[in-house]
């Protein structure tokens, strides 16, 4: 193995874009309606990434505290809104954005700084070639599973209202009322990670261990890295999916323990 990196020419990704754009023509031949969503997804795909890229060659060159929690805070935040956008009844004004962006600041950052300071051990440990692809895999896995338990949530809460509203009637306390509904969001968040563990090697390769075999990475190293990184991403995702749901369970009641789904958009 030389450890030599292939570069990609302009011409390779425009091939592969190409083929894109053939799906978009398959798509519209079919009247299947997801063209036009594909073509903007495509082109977002392209525009972010790159713009993605410059932004890590200047934090590279620029490896400070400051620069490095900012570019953290962003990714939070945009993070935190997208969690928002893929609710089907979201929380109505700041809890809305705030929730989801509070269990992941609770589960991801905690996380991802734990294993910068005691497993991975970088130098200094805020090192942006470590600290930011490890702490956008966190966010990225957690939130998707708050979007998902959050969202099974508030649909359960709604779907399922006059047999929580007689439930309460009946002396049960708010959480009893909606045990079974949590237990349930919970489950959904963090079912997509426990299915990637258990069909990571057998049925696919995950991303980041594909990226470093590519780059010329033993695969052996790269095989321990994504073991860390899959250990990671779970537990942040468990840690993030309960401290949601938590924050979500109580917000649907008030202090008299009356279900408030009128606090729902």
Do not use: C
């Amino acid at each position: 193995m030389t450890g030599e990196i292939i570069e990609l020419q302009a011409l390779d990704l425009a091939i592969a874009g190409a083929l894109v754009v053939a799906l978009a023509g398959l798509s519209w031949a079919g009247r299947l309606g997801v063209e036009r969503s594909l073509l903007v997804a495509a082109a977002r795909t392209v525009i972010q990434l790159l713009l993605v890229g410059l932004v890590l060659e200047t934090l590279f060159a620029h490896a400070t505290l400051y620069w490095v929690a900012l570019m953290g805070l962003i990714m939070l935040l945009v993070a935190g809104r997208e969690v928002m956008a893929r609710q089907k009844r979201r929380f109505a004004g700041f809890w809305g954005f705030g929730l989801g962006t509070l269990a992941m600041f609770l589960s991801s950052f905690s996380v991802a700084v734990l294993a910068l300071v005691a497993l991975v051990q970088p130098q200094p440990w805020y090192q942006p070639q470590y600290a930011i692809p490890l702490l956008g895999m966190l966010l990225g896995n957690t939130m998707n599973g708050i979007a998902l338990s959050v969202d099974r949530l508030t649909d359960g809460a709604w779907q399922q209202r006059y047999v929580i509203e007689a439930q309460l009637a009946l002396g049960y306390t708010w959480s009893e009322a909606v045990e079974g509904i949590r237990r349930d969001a919970t489950r959904s968040g963090m079912i997509p990670m426990i299915n990637a563990m258990a069909a990571a090697g057998i049925v696919s390769l995950p991303g980041m261990m594909t990226g470093q075999i590519l780059s010329g990475v033993p695969p052996m190293e790269a095989v321990k890295y994504q073991i860390l990184i899959m250990f990671l991403i779970t537990v942040g995702t468990g840690i993030g999916t309960l401290a949601a749901v938590w924050l979500a369970s109580g917000r649907l009641f008030d202090e008299r323990e009356r279900l408030r789904l009128d606090r729902l958009r």
